[in-house]
Structure formats: structure tokens, C-alpha cells
């Protein structure tokens, strides 16, 4: 499956809304909010509706200097009525809101301009725009690898076609960059509706342009206003809770709200910058204009934003998809992500579909109910309470999730700070009269309801002030990102909706491109002399032709061209190259039926079978008989160690492979992986008794290479060597090696567990496919590898140790950069792999450094063809492997390149994006893609080119390993926010399995 997961769903012009605030601590996730006359009704609270046709609440527009309390003294009958529980509105938030609404009062002279120059003791600072050096100033960042040559001209050409759309823009319109402060600081929503209204009704004062805000602090106009300093004050009519209404203002649901609005020219950028930088004939040193671009983005980002909601670079409508429940409280929604990307045919936007996860917009209680499992009866036992462990877990689902409340007229946003430690019936608050009011009674009186769940706790809004919500009459807003893990349900789920076959794929894109909220349908563009092509970049890639093999048959060598479409191999009349001998082993059992069990017999017979036939010796008996335990030890951390110690006992501690077999996936995976080895030192292989049942000779295959290469084994191997093909820079005598290296984080929701880096080595030539790997944890979120020059050290005493000399030669090859960090991560990873080499006297070989990336929006479809008869038969499906574009799409200057190496049996291929940072090899385009693409043939787990190249997929690997050791030693646990997250260091793996590949 190859579609990542990103950000989707939707909001049209007429949900868009004014509400008040809360705050939030990130901007990015703020979602907005529409429930604007919803009506208590229980039917709406405790039953999920199906209809999805929904828009997103509009987030909160200012923050108030005080939040209206919760539960207020009971207003006069004359200003709110009691809520009839029979008035709900089934689509709520589709609703005009009041101040939205044709209302003939007073308040519609909401707008009030005093322009004025601004004294320069009310603008920003003079330094608040510049950036802040440091002392001394740092070292001119190193200069990225140009392209060698003018690319590739290897393999066969194929047409095709990107997901990239050209923008013309003229290179002599100045964009007037200026700086923008409103005071009280409202929502980017209503930032942007203040931006509307200031232009709309002063346009003398704007020289008549229709500037593009970015909603926060920028306005960039097409057109220089009257004066460089401008203050305005506008009164704009806000929608207010009801708890704020006072007698003397009686059914009054609006009032106005006054905003300072000082705009300052920041600079004047010019487009001549940016067009010497997309010409490639002109001086190296001229540096990419990142504010001329990041100014024609929000130009851009206008037009979608007044009609979809944003989440990071993508926007969401349900017109794209609608949502898709996929259970435990979340739904699917689909976007689709924009950015101007410089590339050689010019300035081009990346418009891609996305995918994402948010929350369900239904009540809390219904909400907990399809989230936690041990809720599922609590509308038939209203009246139960939750244990301290049910009570840990209600709260780390609700925790900082938005919701707003019911039983009154309201815009009012809270987000879950925690849960009380009294259930409902047991809380009571105290009046603005001083006397004491119980919760049940309030609600009864007040609201003329009836608690029903009242031994369950209220939700708490704030860490210091009281403030309670009981969790009934609470309903999760809409338009928030779900940043609790997906089950594997979930994820697949989710997956599926973002899963689509090229052809569908671009449909998508081309919809987005010519419907109402592409980034050209309206006039912003015209403005700033843009204009965005609406067909998809033709261009030409090459496809390149598939490596021979090396494979084994009974000790002599056997080759084979992987001829089939999908670069697929099989090992029939054929066995591994190097097989791997395994006389000491045991079998350990977690849970299953009778039946199950009964099986493992057979299993073992089958499994010796098929290692004998692939070249692998897997002894025919186990040192002791197979041990059966139930499922509960995976639960218990001792336990299972002290039953995987005495397995190791009982073979004399010379144990060479453990293979486990569960009953199902199971969170001790994670501690069975730990302890095995770093405790204990013994290899393990897991496998789950529902592959037992069918027993193929594909699910035996593959169970047996991957032994075969923890155990020291080799599937494959190039049978034309690297430095045949490459003779160039590569000889036989002359190793090299290939290094990848990752970066693994915690969990969003995670904010203290550490990081964990992860780097690997090749320690053979010419085959270069048995990887030792070192792993490290490291500060939270840190993307630098700290400990690279240790790690580097370490791997090459390993070299040293299988081959008797260092290389020649390093091809550092790093995973899951992003391109803002490429300087930096040049910077310091470069040093820290010279500092290792300096550690070995007179040792200073040249390297490559090259950024591999996974996670960008360009695709490839294959272009059809002109007729019929010239259809390719695989035209409806995705760029076949090998496809490689070094043109067009890619960096005007740098040396890049996208390798689709795989076959993309679902969804839309996505290419690698090889990135070239720093080359001391001299590598020419055909060299690199072709030594790239032949590594993606060696990786030991399956028998078809993977995705990415492996050095980085086992770096990935390992330092996910790494995190499964964090995550089951308390990686998260015992730590406070009063001081920094602490680093836990990673359990040393141990002698006897550090030099094997146990990661894969």
C-alpha cells in the first residue's frame, strides 16, 4: 500500500462562522467550529448519525481576557427560556450564524475605520523582523552538490506524467510584503474576515489591490499602499455565550468587539530574484528567494482557504469524499495538499491527495463508548462509575480534545484538560452570592434536566480553575485531527480511503485543480500576474533495466533476470546464496486453541522441509520439546524472562534461534524482542498461528529467508559485482561501504519519551548486503543524530573486523529529512562522520551524503498513449519499476533524482526522492540511479526490489526496534513537565546477536 496517511476534510462558505475562544496551544490544529443553535436533545447525544454531509466548526475568534464561567448564576426568565428538549435542529451548524444574518439594527454599522500613521512607539520593534544572529556569527553553510551532468540517458524511455502544475508569474511584478498586528489577538478565521472587511470598505486606503493575508502576521499586496504606516480600528459583531448575557442587554446574542488592526511595510520583493534562480545559466551563488515564494504561496492558499479548512500545507473539504467512519471514535476525510515547489521547468505547484484521521463529531459519552471497549454497556448502566485504571484511560482519550456543551445556546469551546476526582453527584460550586449550589441541582433548576450518568466524573477545562462539564451534556467538536494511535482496523480503514489506482488518482488532482477551490479559479491570482496551468507536467523518464541475480543451487551458483512486470522472483529449482546452519533451536508457544497447537508438529516438519530445499539447515529436532505457555506471560515482563532464561538453560546457553508462535498480535512483542536480545542474547523469530493454519509454501519461504538472514545468511546477491558495473570509481580490491542512517520519534500525543537514531553499515564486497546496526536514544524530537560519530566509529571497527582493512570509499545514504533541515543536517552529520575518520590515522576517504525521502507528494502516472494500438498493457496501472526522473520535476540546480523502484501493487506508486547533498565520489547521474536501483534487489527480507534503498530501510527498521525497547522500559513513564524530558538510555544489545541482522 503506498499511500501515506496525511490531513483531509472540508468546510464550505455558509458553515464558516464567528465564535468565541478558547486557546489552544498549537495554531496549526485549530479547527473551527459551527454548532451555533444546537439544542439539548438526547437522541442527538447518545445515537451516531450516519449523515456525513458536515461541515467544521469555525475555531474561536478572540480570546476573551476572562472565559465566562461554566455554570452561571440562572439569568432572568426574560433573557433565556429553558431549553425544550424536543427543539433539536439535525443539521445545526449548517446554519447561517446571527451575525451573519440580515438583522436591521444598529449593530450592522459594525465597521469603524480611523486611519491614521502610526507612531513609531505603537509599531513593532525595529529588530522584530530581523533575524536573530547568533554570537559569534555561524559558518557559512556548505554549499549543497550541483547536478553532474545534464542526467541520465540509461534505460528505456517512458512518457509520463507529474502531479506538478507550472506557475507563470512575471518576473518584474513587486509584491509589497507588509507586517500585520491585530490587537486583541483573534483566530486566523476571523483575522482573515477582519483582513476582508478592511479592504472591502477603505479601498483608497489599500490603493485599491486586494492583498493575500496569511491570517497570522503577513499581507503581501500587489500594490504599494497610501502610506508605509497605517492603524485602524474596526468594531465587528460577535456572537456571545449565553452566560455572559445580562439582564439590560436581554435576547441581544451579539455584541461588538473592537480590534486594532497596525499594518507596517516589512520590505519590497522583487520576482527578477526568483527567475535568475529557475535559469540555470546564471551565477551558483544566488540563493533560492524564499519570501518572493513563500509570498505567491499565500497568494496562492487564498482562494482554497475561503472554502476548505487547513491542516499544516493541505486543505480539507467533504466535497471531496465525504467522511468515513472507521471506528473508535474516528473518521476518515480526505484533502489534498499544496506547495510551489522551484523545479527545472520552472515554478510548479505540488498538488497531491491527502489523507487523514479526525475525531468524531458526536457526544462524549457515545464518543468513550466506541473508543474504549469497557464502556460498551454504560448506556444500559448508567449508573456505574469508573475504576482508577478506567478513569487513567477516559482521560488520556479526552485529554486536550475540543468539545462544546448542549444544554444551552452557546459558542463556547473547551478544551479537556483532565477529569474531577468526584463523580458528578458529589460536586457543588459556589455562586456569585456566595451560597453553595450542588451540580444535579443546577441542572435540574436551571436547565430542567436530569443528570442521568451521575457517578461518572465532569470534565475539567483548566488546571486551576474549577470549571465542570458534565460529560452527557458535552459533544466533541468537529474538524480536530485525531492524534491518538490507530488500531490496525484504523489504519487499514483509513489507508483504503486514501488507496487509489493512478487513473482515479489524477482524476482527483485534475478535479481539484478545475474546481471552485483551486488555487486559480478566482481573481487573487490575476492580481499578482499569476497564472497556474491546469494539465499535469509532461515529461519523459527512463526505465531501467533489472540486475541478474546471484542465487545458490546445492553450492554452485545460479543467475536470474527478474524478467516478470513487477521485478518479481521466485525460488523455484533454486536456493539462497548463502545458507545459514541451525542445529541448536527451540519452539515457544503463546496461547491458541487445542486445534492450533496440535499443528505445531507439522509445522516444524514443513518449516525443516523448506529450509532444506532454499539451502538452509534447520535441524529436524529442537533441543528441548516445544513449550506451551498461555498468552498471559507476554502480559507479565518477569515471567516471560525467566521462561525465556530457562529455555536458554536448558540448551546450554548456546541457543542460536527462538521461534515463537502467537496466538495473536500481542503488546509483548515488544518485551519477548527486548529481552531475547539484550538479556538473554538468543536470536527470535515470531510468527502467529493463523499463518499456521495454512501452511504455504510462500508463508514457509518467506518465514525461512528471514532466519536465514538473522542468522548470517544471505538471500541474494548481484551477479554482475558493483565495481563490474560501476568500474568507473568502484574495484574489487577497493571496498566500500554503504551506511543509512534514521531518526524515529514518539508518538504526537508523547511528549517526553526520547527520540531514537539509528545507523548501519555494510560490512561485505562487492556483495555489500550483511548491515551491522547501532542504535542510540537521543533528546525528544532531536532530528540531528546526536552519537553519529561514535556510531560511525563503532561500525567501522566492525568493517575492519570482517575485512581486514577500512573502506575506501562511504556512501551515507539519510532517511527522513525534510528539506528545510538540509544545511543543517549537512552541517553537523558531515562533520560528525569526518570527526569518526579522523580517529584512524591518516584515514579521510571520500563521501557521498545523500538525503533519502519517503514523504513528499509527487507522483508519476503513466501518460496514455496516443491510439490504441500503441496502448501499453500495463497502462492503467502504475510506472513499472525502474522508472527513474532526473528532469523537469526535479531541483533546477541541485543533483536529485525520483527512482520508482518497486511495483505498487495498491494505490499510486510513490517514488523515492533521492537527494544528492554533498559528493566527493563524483558520481555521474546514470552511476548513482543505477547503483541505487541494483541495492533495492538485496535486501534480505522478500524476493522483489523494494522501495527504498536498503541501507535506509534497515536503518528504519533498527531504529524502530530501538523504539520497541524504549516503549516497554518506561521510555515515557515517571517523568513531569517541571523539568526537561530526561534521555533513557537504549539496553546494549548483546555480544552473541549485535553483529547479526536481528533488526529485519
Same mark, same amino acid.
Given at each position: 500500500?503506498?499511500?501515506?496517511?496525511?490531513?483531509?476534510?472540508?468546510?464550505?462558505?455558509?458553515?464558516?462562522?464567528?465564535?468565541?475562544?478558547?486557546?489552544?496551544?498549537?495554531?496549526?490544529?485549530?479547527?473551527?467550529?459551527?454548532? &451555533? &443553535?444546537?439544542?439539548?436533545?438526547?437522541?442527538?447525544?447518545?445515537?451516531?448519525?450516519?449523515?456525513?454531509?458536515?461541515?467544521?466548526?469555525?475555531?474561536?475568534?478572540?480570546?476573551?481576557?476572562?472565559?465566562?464561567?461554566?455554570?452561571?448564576?440562572?439569568?432572568?426568565?426574560?433573557?433565556?427560556?429553558?431549553?425544550?428538549?424536543?427543539?433539536?435542529?439535525?443539521?445545526?451548524?449548517?446554519?447561517?450564524?446571527?451575525?451573519?444574518?440580515?438583522?436591521?439594527?444598529?449593530?450592522?454599522?459594525?465597521?469603524?475605520?480611523?486611519?491614521?500613521?502610526?507612531?513609531?512607539?505603537?509599531?513593532?520593534?525595529?529588530?522584530?523582523?530581523?533575524?536573530?544572529?547568533?554570537?559569534?556569527?555561524?559558518?557559512?553553510?556548505?554549499?549543497?552538490?550541483?547536478?553532474?551532468?545534464?542526467? %541520465?540517458?540509461?534505460?528505456?524511455?517512458?512518457?509520463?506524467?507529474?502531479?506538478?502544475?507550472?506557475?507563470?508569474?512575471?518576473?518584474?511584478?513587486?509584491?509589497?510584503?507588509?507586517?500585520?498586528?491585530?490587537?486583541?489577538?483573534?483566530?486566523?478565521?476571523?483575522?482573515?474576515?477582519?483582513?476582508?472587511?478592511?479592504?472591502?470598505?477603505?479601498?483608497?486606503?489599500?490603493?485599491?489591490?486586494?492583498?493575500?493575508?496569511?491570517?497570522?502576521?503577513?499581507?503581501?499586496?500587489?500594490?504599494?499602499?497610501?502610506?508605509?504606516?497605517?492603524?485602524?480600528?474596526?468594531?465587528?459583531?460577535?456572537?456571545?455565550?449565553?452566560?455572559? !448575557?445580562?439582564?439590560?442587554?436581554?435576547?441581544?446574542?451579539?455584541?461588538?468587539?473592537?480590534?486594532?488592526?497596525?499594518?507596517?511595510?516589512?520590505?519590497?520583493?522583487?520576482?527578477?530574484?526568483?527567475?535568475?534562480?529557475?535559469?540555470?545559466?546564471?551565477?551558483?551563488? !544566488?540563493?533560492?528567494?524564499?519570501?518572493?515564494?513563500?509570498?505567491?504561496?499565500?497568494?496562492?492558499?487564498?482562494?482554497?482557504?475561503?472554502?476548505?479548512?487547513?491542516?499544516?500545507?493541505?486543505?480539507?473539504?467533504?466535497?471531496?469524499?465525504?467522511?468515513?467512519?472507521?471506528?473508535?471514535?474516528? !473518521?476518515?476525510?480526505?484533502?489534498?495538499?499544496?506547495?510551489?515547489?522551484?523545479?527545472?521547468?520552472?515554478?510548479?505547484?505540488?498538488?497531491?491527495?491527502?489523507?487523514?484521521?479526525?475525531?468524531?463529531?458526536?457526544?462524549?459519552?457515545?464518543?468513550?463508548?466506541?473508543?474504549?471497549?469497557?464502556?460498551?454497556?454504560?448506556?444500559?448502566?448508567?449508573?456505574?462509575?469508573?475504576?482508577?485504571?478506567?478513569?487513567?484511560?477516559?482521560?488520556?482519550?479526552?485529554?486536550?480534545?475540543?468539545?462544546?456543551?448542549?444544554?444551552?445556546?452557546?459558542?463556547?469551546?473547551?478544551?479537556?484538560?483532565?477529569?474531577?476526582?468526584?463523580?458528578?453527584?458529589?460536586?457543588?460550586?459556589?455562586?456569585?452570592?456566595?451560597?453553595?449550589?450542588?451540580?444535579?441541582?443546577?441542572?435540574?433548576?436551571?436547565?430542567?434536566?436530569?443528570?442521568?450518568?451521575?457517578?461518572?466524573?465532569?470534565?475539567?477545562?483548566?488546571?486551576?480553575?474549577?470549571?465542570?462539564?458534565?460529560?452527557?451534556?458535552?459533544?466533541?467538536?468537529?474538524?480536530?485531527?485525531?492524534?491518538?494511535?490507530?488500531?490496525?482496523?484504523?489504519?487499514?480503514?483509513?489507508?483504503?480511503?486514501?488507496?487509489?489506482?493512478?487513473?482515479?488518482?489524477?482524476?482527483?488532482?485534475?478535479?481539484?485543480?478545475?474546481?471552485?477551490?483551486?488555487?486559480?479559479?478566482?481573481?487573487?491570482?490575476?492580481?499578482?500576474?499569476?497564472?497556474?496551468?491546469?494539465?499535469?507536467?509532461?515529461?519523459?523518464?527512463?526505465?531501467?533495466?533489472?540486475?541478474?541475480?546471484?542465487?545458490?543451487?546445492?553450492?554452485?551458483?545460479?543467475?536470474?533476470?527478474?524478467?516478470?512486470?513487477?521485478?518479481?522472483?521466485?525460488?523455484?529449482?533454486?536456493?539462497?546464496?548463502?545458507?545459514?546452519?541451525?542445529?541448536?533451536?527451540?519452539?515457544?508457544?503463546?496461547?491458541?486453541?487445542?486445534?492450533?497447537?496440535?499443528?505445531?508438529?507439522?509445522?516444524?516438519?514443513?518449516?525443516?522441509?523448506?529450509?532444506?530445499?532454499?539451502?538452509?539447515?534447520?535441524?529436524?529436532?529442537?533441543?528441548?520439546?516445544?513449550?506451551?505457555?498461555?498468552?498471559?506471560?507476554?502480559?507479565?515482563?518477569?515471567?516471560?524472562?525467566?521462561?525465556?532464561?530457562?529455555?536458554?538453560?536448558?540448551?546450554?546457553?548456546?541457543?542460536?534461534?527462538?521461534?515463537?508462535?502467537?496466538?495473536?498480535?500481542?503488546?509483548?512483542?515488544?518485551?519477548?524482542?527486548?529481552?531475547?536480545?539484550?538479556?538473554?542474547?538468543?536470536?527470535?523469530?515470531?510468527?502467529?498461528?493463523?499463518?499456521?493454519?495454512?501452511?504455504?509454501?510462500?508463508?514457509?519461504?518467506?518465514?525461512?529467508?528471514?532466519?536465514?538472514?538473522?542468522?548470517?545468511?544471505?538471500?541474494?546477491?548481484?551477479?554482475?559485482?558493483?565495481?563490474?558495473?560501476?568500474?568507473?570509481?568502484?574495484?574489487?580490491?577497493?571496498?566500500?561501504?554503504?551506511?543509512?542512517?534514521?531518526?524515529?520519534?514518539?508518538?504526537?500525543?508523547?511528549?517526553?519519551?526520547?527520540?531514537?537514531?539509528?545507523?548501519?553499515?555494510?560490512?561485505?564486497?562487492?556483495?555489500?548486503?550483511?548491515?551491522?546496526?547501532?542504535?542510540?536514544?537521543?533528546?525528544?524530537?532531536?532530528?540531528?543524530?546526536?552519537?553519529?560519530? !561514535?556510531?560511525?566509529?563503532?561500525?567501522?571497527?566492525?568493517?575492519?573486523?570482517?575485512?581486514?582493512?577500512?573502506?575506501?570509499?562511504?556512501?551515507?545514504?539519510?532517511? %527522513?529529512?525534510?528539506?528545510?533541515?538540509?544545511?543543517?543536517?549537512?552541517?553537523?552529520?558531515?562533520?560528525?562522520?569526518?570527526?569518526?575518520?579522523?580517529?584512524?590515522?591518516?584515514?579521510?576517504?571520500?563521501?557521498?551524503?545523500?538525503?533519502?525521502?519517503?514523504?513528499?507528494?509527487?507522483?508519476?502516472?503513466?501518460?496514455?498513449?496516443?491510439?490504441?494500438?500503441?496502448?501499453?498493457?500495463?497502462?492503467?496501472?502504475?510506472?513499472?519499476?525502474?522508472?527513474?526522473?532526473?528532469?523537469?520535476?526535479?531541483?533546477?540546480?541541485?543533483?536529485?533524482?525520483?527512482?520508482?523502484?518497486?511495483?505498487?501493487?495498491?494505490?499510486?506508486?510513490?517514488?523515492?526522492?533521492?537527494?544528492?547533498?554533498?559528493?566527493?565520489?563524483?558520481?555521474?547521474?546514470?552511476?548513482?540511479?543505477?547503483?541505487?536501483?541494483?541495492?533495492?534487489?538485496?535486501?534480505?527480507?522478500?524476493?522483489?526490489?523494494?522501495?527504498?534503498?536498503?541501507?535506509?530501510?534497515?536503518?528504519?527498521?533498527?531504529?524502530?526496534?530501538?523504539?520497541?525497547?524504549?516503549?516497554?522500559?518506561?521510555?515515557?513513564?515517571?517523568?513531569?513537565?517541571?523539568?526537561?524530558?530526561?534521555?533513557?538510555?537504549?539496553?546494549?544489545?548483546?555480544?552473541?546477536?549485535?553483529?547479526?541482522?536481528?533488526?529485519?
Amino acid at each position: 500500500m503506498e499511500e501515506e496517511t496525511d490531513n483531509n476534510n472540508k468546510c464550505t462558505p455558509k458553515t464558516k462562522s464567528l465564535t468565541a475562544t478558547t486557546t489552544t496551544h498549537n495554531p496549526q490544529h485549530q479547527h473551527q467550529h459551527h454548532y &451555533h &443553535h444546537l439544542h439539548f436533545h438526547p437522541h442527538y447525544l447518545f445515537q451516531h448519525h450516519s449523515n456525513t454531509n458536515f461541515g467544521f466548526f469555525n475555531q474561536n475568534l478572540y480570546h476573551p481576557s476572562s472565559s465566562p464561567p461554566l455554570l452561571p448564576l440562572p439569568p432572568p426568565h426574560s433573557a433565556i427560556s429553558p431549553l425544550p428538549l424536543l427543539g433539536f435542529r439535525p443539521k445545526p451548524h449548517l446554519h447561517k450564524p446571527p451575525w451573519k444574518q440580515n438583522h436591521h439594527h444598529h449593530h450592522q454599522t459594525a465597521l469603524e475605520m480611523i486611519p491614521r500613521a502610526i507612531n513609531s512607539s505603537m509599531g513593532a520593534k525595529r529588530d522584530e523582523f530581523q533575524p536573530v544572529r547568533d554570537l559569534p556569527p555561524p559558518a557559512p553553510p556548505l554549499k549543497v552538490a550541483r547536478r553532474p551532468d545534464s542526467g %541520465g540517458s540509461d534505460g528505456t524511455v517512458i512518457s509520463l506524467l507529474a502531479n506538478h502544475f507550472l506557475v507563470k508569474f512575471n518576473p518584474l511584478q513587486q509584491i509589497y510584503h507588509y507586517d500585520v498586528e491585530i490587537s486583541p489577538k483573534p483566530s486566523k478565521d476571523v483575522a482573515r474576515l477582519i483582513k476582508n472587511k478592511l479592504v472591502e470598505e477603505n479601498s483608497a486606503i489599500f490603493s485599491g489591490g486586494n492583498p493575500s493575508f496569511d491570517g497570522r502576521r503577513n499581507l503581501f499586496s500587489p500594490i504599494k499602499f497610501q502610506k508605509d504606516r497605517l492603524e485602524l480600528y474596526i468594531n465587528l459583531p460577535l456572537p456571545i455565550p449565553n452566560s455572559l !448575557i445580562t439582564p439590560n442587554l436581554e435576547d441581544n446574542t451579539e455584541k461588538l468587539k473592537l480590534f486594532r488592526v497596525s499594518i507596517k511595510i516589512v520590505s519590497k520583493l522583487d520576482g527578477g530574484e526568483l527567475s535568475k534562480y529557475l535559469r540555470n545559466d546564471t551565477d551558483e551563488s !544566488i540563493p533560492l528567494p524564499q519570501d518572493y515564494l513563500q509570498a505567491l504561496d499565500v497568494v496562492l492558499r487564498e482562494n482554497p482557504l475561503s472554502e476548505c479548512t487547513p491542516l499544516g500545507r493541505s486543505l480539507y473539504s467533504t466535497s471531496m469524499g465525504g467522511a468515513k467512519d472507521i471506528g473508535g471514535g474516528a !473518521i476518515g476525510l480526505r484533502g489534498f495538499f499544496q506547495s510551489l515547489r522551484p523545479t527545472k521547468q520552472g515554478l510548479a505547484l505540488n498538488v497531491d491527495l491527502t489523507v487523514t484521521a479526525f475525531h468524531e463529531s458526536i457526544g462524549v459519552i457515545p464518543y468513550l463508548q466506541k473508543r474504549l471497549s469497557f464502556l460498551n454497556d454504560l448506556s444500559e448502566r448508567k449508573t456505574r462509575g469508573l475504576t482508577g485504571e478506567e478513569k487513567k484511560e477516559v482521560e488520556k482519550a479526552l485529554k486536550n480534545v475540543k468539545v462544546f456543551v448542549c444544554h444551552r445556546e452557546t459558542v463556547q469551546r473547551y478544551k479537556v484538560h483532565s477529569l474531577t476526582d468526584e463523580s458528578t453527584e458529589n460536586l457543588w460550586f459556589r455562586d456569585r452570592n456566595g451560597n453553595n449550589l450542588w451540580v444535579l441541582n443546577y441542572f435540574k433548576e436551571q436547565y430542567n434536566y436530569k443528570i442521568q450518568y451521575r457517578n461518572l466524573p465532569c470534565l475539567q477545562t483548566s488546571r486551576r480553575r474549577p470549571c465542570y462539564l458534565p460529560m452527557e451534556l458535552c459533544v466533541v467538536c468537529e474538524g480536530q485531527k485525531f492524534l491518538g494511535k490507530l488500531s490496525d482496523d484504523q489504519t487499514a480503514k483509513i489507508l483504503k480511503l486514501g488507496c487509489q489506482k493512478p487513473r482515479e488518482r489524477k482524476a482527483i488532482i485534475d478535479g481539484v485543480m478545475a474546481g471552485p477551490f483551486g488555487p486559480s479559479s478566482a481573481h487573487q491570482a490575476r492580481e499578482f500576474n499569476l497564472r497556474v496551468l491546469t494539465e499535469m507536467t509532461k515529461l519523459n523518464g527512463r526505465v531501467l533495466q533489472p540486475p541478474k541475480l546471484k542465487l545458490g543451487d546445492g553450492g554452485e551458483v545460479t543467475d536470474l533476470i527478474p524478467s516478470r512486470h513487477d521485478r518479481q522472483w521466485n525460488f523455484s529449482g533454486s536456493q539462497v546464496f548463502e545458507g545459514s546452519r541451525i542445529g541448536r533451536w527451540a519452539l515457544v508457544s503463546f496461547g491458541g486453541t487445542t486445534a492450533q497447537k496440535s499443528i505445531i508438529p507439522k509445522f516444524i516438519d514443513q518449516l525443516t522441509q523448506r529450509c532444506e530445499q532454499l539451502g538452509i539447515f534447520l535441524n529436524k529436532n529442537t533441543v528441548i520439546r516445544p513449550q506451551f505457555e498461555s498468552m498471559q506471560v507476554l502480559n507479565n515482563v518477569n515471567l516471560l524472562e525467566s521462561k525465556l532464561k530457562k529455555i536458554q538453560r536448558s540448551a546450554s546457553n548456546n541457543l542460536q534461534l527462538l521461534i515463537c508462535v502467537m496466538e495473536k498480535k500481542h503488546k509483548g512483542y515488544a518485551d519477548l524482542k527486548r529481552i531475547s536480545e539484550t538479556s538473554i542474547g538468543v536470536m527470535s523469530q515470531c510468527c502467529l498461528y493463523q499463518n499456521l493454519a495454512r501452511l504455504s509454501s510462500q508463508f514457509l519461504a518467506n518465514l525461512a529467508i528471514k532466519i536465514n538472514a538473522k542468522i548470517g545468511g544471505c538471500t541474494v546477491a548481484l551477479y554482475t559485482s558493483l565495481p563490474a558495473q560501476i568500474p568507473r570509481l568502484l574495484t574489487l580490491d577497493e571496498p566500500v561501504m554503504f551506511m543509512g542512517a534514521d531518526v524515529t520519534h514518539p508518538h504526537p500525543l508523547d511528549d517526553f519519551s526520547p527520540s531514537v537514531a539509528a545507523v548501519v553499515g555494510s560490512v561485505n564486497w562487492p556483495a555489500a548486503n550483511k548491515y551491522v546496526s547501532k542504535m542510540r536514544s537521543q533528546t525528544h524530537r532531536q532530528e540531528i543524530i546526536q552519537d553519529l560519530s !561514535i556510531m560511525v566509529e563503532e561500525i567501522l571497527h566492525d568493517f575492519v573486523r570482517e575485512l581486514s582493512k577500512l573502506p575506501k570509499r562511504v556512501i551515507f545514504f539519510r532517511d %527522513g529529512v525534510s528539506e528545510t533541515q538540509f544545511h543543517k543536517v549537512l552541517r553537523d552529520e558531515l562533520q560528525a562522520i569526518r570527526d569518526a575518520f579522523s580517529r584512524f590515522t591518516g584515514y579521510n576517504p571520500p563521501i557521498t551524503f545523500a538525503v533519502v525521502q519517503k514523504r513528499h507528494h509527487t507522483r508519476l502516472f503513466p501518460a496514455d498513449p496516443v491510439s490504441g494500438a500503441a496502448r501499453n498493457q500495463f497502462s492503467d496501472e502504475n510506472v513499472p519499476p525502474g522508472t527513474v526522473v532526473d528532469s523537469v520535476i526535479t531541483h533546477p540546480k541541485e543533483f536529485d533524482f525520483y527512482l520508482c523502484s518497486h511495483w505498487g501493487v495498491k494505490g499510486t506508486s510513490r517514488p523515492t526522492h533521492y537527494h544528492v547533498l554533498w559528493d566527493e565520489n563524483g558520481f555521474t547521474s546514470d552511476e548513482l540511479e543505477k547503483l541505487v536501483y541494483n541495492l533495492c534487489f538485496t535486501f534480505v527480507r522478500c524476493t522483489k526490489p523494494v522501495s527504498l534503498v536498503p541501507p535506509c530501510y534497515y536503518a528504519h527498521l533498527a531504529a524502530y526496534r530501538g523504539r520497541l525497547y524504549l516503549d516497554r522500559t518506561g521510555g515515557s513513564s515517571g517523568l513531569t513537565r517541571c523539568g526537561p524530558p530526561k534521555t533513557i538510555p537504549l539496553p546494549k544489545v548483546r555480544e552473541s546477536v549485535k553483529n547479526l541482522m536481528f533488526y529485519c
